[in-house]
């Protein structure tokens, strides 16, 4: 299976290139759960997909918030729609206008090409708030293609920090004899495996600092309701998706 073998190598290539970066992630959401802030996701459209893999989710963090507006994620219909939203100027801006998001809080914005409009107003609003702002993008991709907007930055030259999924340009991953266009998306995969080794490496600092990181069990594990309760009783009111 030729997707599977230039898959597994990626993966590497995102190992070999990444780790330090990954590490400074790790550490700066450590520190934002241990002093009690939230880590917030974003991502329009397919880029959304790695905002539901990481909150409520067994074997995931806790203080996860999920940014999900309408419009922008993939039950629009028409799913066209959502192109269109993710490239219209001021659309991210009045979205962070609404949303909680405050100093000393982590945002990951996940955008494979990092040029529309949206995730950047999005980032540029929750940095202007004083939150830490990881970009999770194809930085390659990225310089191959101009800022939607004129005047307005790519997201890797805005965040604070970049993690660089290594996503070829177009993202399609298998290139196939006789077909011009490459088949196989491969940003989801490895954002998801970055995201989730960085996941991995939070609980394990908060465990040597605090002794009690703030994960979830599964709930189809039994006992796992109930270890579950106390994590959502305490962060109740700040988890926007309860």
């Given at each position: 299976?030729?997707?599977?073998?230039?898959?597994?190598?990626l993966?590497?290539?995102?190992?070999?290139?990444?780790?330090?970066?990954?590490?400074?992630?790790?550490q700066?959401?450590?520190?934002?759960?241990?002093?009690?802030?939230?880590?917030?996701?974003f991502?329009?459209?397919?880029?959304?997909?790695?905002a539901?893999?990481?909150f409520?989710?067994?074997?995931?963090?806790v203080?996860?918030n999920?940014?999900?507006?309408?419009?922008?994620?993939t039950d629009?219909?028409?799913?066209?729609l959502?192109?269109?939203?993710?490239?219209m100027?001021?659309?991210?801006?009045?979205?962070?206008?609404?949303?909680?998001?405050?100093?000393?809080?982590?945002?990951?914005v996940?955008?494979?090409s990092g040029?529309?409009?949206?995730a950047?107003e999005?980032?540029?609003?929750?940095?202007k708030?004083?939150?830490?702002?990881?970009?999770l993008?194809?930085?390659g991709?990225?310089?191959s293609?101009?800022?939607?907007?004129?005047?307005?930055?790519?997201l890797f030259e805005m965040?604070?920090l970049?993690?660089?999924?290594?996503?070829?340009?177009?993202d399609?991953l298998?290139?196939?004899?006789?077909?011009?266009?490459?088949v196989?998306?491969?940003?989801?995969?490895t954002g998801?495996?970055?995201?989730n080794?960085?996941?991995?490496?939070?609980?394990?600092?908060?465990l040597?600092?605090?002794?009690?990181?703030p994960?979830?069990?599964?709930?189809?594990?039994?006992?796992g309701?109930?270890?579950?309760q106390?994590?959502?009783?305490?962060?109740?009111g700040?988890l926007?998706?309860?």
């Amino acid at each position: 299976m030729r997707y599977l073998e230039e898959i597994i190598a990626l993966l590497q290539e995102v190992q070999d290139t990444q780790r330090d970066a990954m590490e400074q992630a790790s550490q700066v959401i450590a520190d934002a759960i241990e002093a009690d802030h939230l880590v917030y996701v974003f991502g329009a459209t397919h880029a959304g997909i790695l905002a539901q893999e990481l909150f409520y989710r067994a074997g995931g963090l806790v203080p996860v918030n999920p940014v999900l507006p309408p419009g922008l994620v993939t039950d629009v219909r028409p799913a066209t729609l959502t192109s269109r939203l993710e490239r219209m100027a001021g659309l991210g801006t009045e979205i962070v206008a609404e949303s909680p998001i405050e100093a000393g809080d982590v945002l990951i914005v996940h955008s494979v090409s990092g040029r529309n409009a949206a995730a950047v107003e999005f980032a540029l609003g929750a940095q202007k708030r004083g939150a830490y702002v990881i970009a999770l993008t194809s930085v390659g991709y990225s310089r191959s293609v101009k800022a939607r907007q004129e005047g307005m930055p790519r997201l890797f030259e805005m965040a604070d920090l970049v993690l660089d999924n290594r996503a070829p340009i177009g993202d399609a991953l298998v290139a196939l004899p006789g077909l011009a266009q490459r088949v196989g998306p491969s940003s989801t995969v490895t954002g998801a495996a970055i995201l989730n080794a960085i996941v991995v490496r939070v609980a394990e600092l908060l465990l040597q600092r605090t002794g009690d990181p703030p994960i979830f069990m599964s709930a189809n594990l039994d006992g796992g309701d109930t270890f579950n309760q106390r994590w959502l009783a305490y962060y109740r009111g700040r988890l926007t998706y309860l």
